[in-house]
């Protein structure tokens, strides 16, 4: 899966750019009706999702891309 991101002031929110065929399988959801939608509904909960994304950033900061 690949993802865009948006920026929303200091916060990003990223969306399904390309899922898998897999990813569909998984989630039994057609390419069409993922794409554009927001990486939020791959979470369980908003905590989860935002604790992923902190984390993700935080290291693409430390690391680089």
């Not at 993922?34 to 900061?61: C, F, N, T, W």
Request: hydrophobic share 30%; glycine share 10%; aromatic share 10%.
């Amino acid at each position: 899966m690949r993802d865009e991101e948006k920026s929303k002031g200091d916060e990003f929110e990223e969306f399904v750019v390309r899922p898998s065929d897999r990813l569909c399988e998984m989630l039994g959801y057609t390419r069409d009706e993922l794409v554009g939608k927001s990486a939020r509904m791959l979470y369980p909960s908003d905590e989860d999702y935002e604790y992923v994304g902190g984390e993700k950033y935080a290291k693409i900061a430390e690391m680089g891309t």
